[in-house]
């Protein structure tokens, strides 16, 4: 599809059904109009691009039932089922998902304002994504194709499926995330119910006919609306066994208190951030600046993994203020279908004033915008404002701003700075900048203890999804990543016999016979 044909939108879509029970269901009850903040006449106003259904608790509440029967207190087809069967499914889904690309990247540019190249890489590697999970649940599944002995006594050693998974998405990659929660807790045998975002929901709607025909009924089910209205009854109903979300931790901790059996309650949650970058006396200001730029702005600083301060040594602040301003005030605003576009309208409608009031907030606590550009409003965006010097006392200093505004403040002392990092509610990632290996191996050192990757010379960022994705304190529960998600999703389960020759007669049995699904050793290529 070329550039232009992305910037229109010649048709409206009417996502007319939800995805319960294996059937693509009617929905005829109230409707959210879904509108973009990219305006498609010379004369600004919102776009609307379509509708989505309003759903009620009465319709989330039966679409939990089907899941909890596909599930069936674990006797259901797909718990029990062989591991190449759910293998195979998936596959069937990834294939299918291929070929609605132009859809969902046209559709990703318009409802969160993502560009076009980083929206045509966010479906791809989500793609990616998919793949390497079954590679490697194909491998998790080879270890487990044995017995181990030990005190006299067989186990046979797999993981299996935890129940029913309530799973919430975010805006910012709501295809990405979302299926980083979503294909993990579908492989390992869980039955799901997802809810989209409020921004991102229609580029999904591509995607339901590829998981209606690929999983059997109720293992995934999709509904629409807020989460007040849909997710919390389904909450209440303490039928969920995971909730699995990547938001904010309000969110999280309100779900939580739904639920009336909270010790049974599994948490994978990827939640908010406040990733530092500190800037040595000796760094490569060439380096920090550009990967200061990409880790502060990239996505408009709407990412978990965004730069959202910036420490920078005194001996060095003059100096990396004064360059890394004029690069801010370079970078080019437009649609997300344009050249070279690298800032592009907010996604949220009250997002600029948002981050006016925390502009105002600094310059009345004794904070300067530093580049020219800085702060000018219009109607879908906020050029990004350099701050400088932001204090503790600034609202910029305490928010996770999710926008484009980037607080510098200057330290002298290390000590202290780790001091002030330690006492953060946050412990995702730092990028820390500088070559004297005298001064970075001790800082590394305590770094690893209070955030859970160091960037060294390079901004924060999630990927590669091999690698393990998480958080200390407010900023995560569990671990994100091709590997580790599949044991988060998971429970460590085992079949054990006393090692005698009745035993092990009817173990020699179940594995030739091949009824067990679970009792196996077969080696999947």
Known sequence: MSNSNYSQISELLHQETYLGNGELKPWNGKKDEVYSTISSTSEYSKTLLGTVPHMDEATAL?????????????????????????????????????TQREKVVKLLMWEIGKSLPDSEKEFDRTVEYIYDTIEDYKQLDRDSAKFSKRDNVNAHIRRGPLGVVLCLGPYNYPLNETFALLIPALIMGNTVIFKPAKHGVLLLSPLLEAFRSSFPAGVVNIIYGRGREVAAPIMKSGRIDVLALIGNSKSAIALQDQHPYKNRLRLVLGLEAKNPAIILPDADLDLAISECISGTLSFNGQRCTALKIIHVHEDIREEFNKRFAKRVDELKFGNPWEEKVQLTPLPEPDKPQYIQELITDAKEK??????????????????????????????????????????????????????????????????????????????IDTLVNLVCRVNLNSSCQRGPDVF?????????????????????????????????????NILQELLASKESNFVNTDYIL
């Open 62 to 98: 039966e679409v939990l039932e089907h899941a909890c029967k596909a599930f069936d207190k674990g006797k259901g087809t797909w718990p029990t089922s062989k591991v190449a069967f759910r293998i195979k499914c998936m596959e069937k889904f990834v294939e299918q998902m291929k």
């Open 366 to 443: 004794g904070a300067e915008i530093l580049n020219a550009k800085g702060g000018q409003i219009s109607e879908n965006y906020i050029f990004p404002a350099v701050l400088y010097p932001v204090t503790q006392d600034m609202r910029v200093y305490q928010e996770e701003q999710f926008g484009p505004v980037i607080p510098i403040k200057p330290f002298n002392s290390i000590e202290e700075l780790l001091d002030e990092i330690a006492d953060s509610n946050y412990g995702q990632q730092v990028s820390l900048f500088g070559k004297d290996i005298e001064q970075i191996a001790p800082l």
């Open 468 to 504: 393990p994705f998480t958080g200390r304190k407010d900023s995560a529960v569990g671990t994100l990543s091709v590997h580790d998600a599949l044991r988060s999703f998971s429970i460590r389960t085992f079949v054990a016999s006393k090692d005698n020759p009745y035993n092990n």
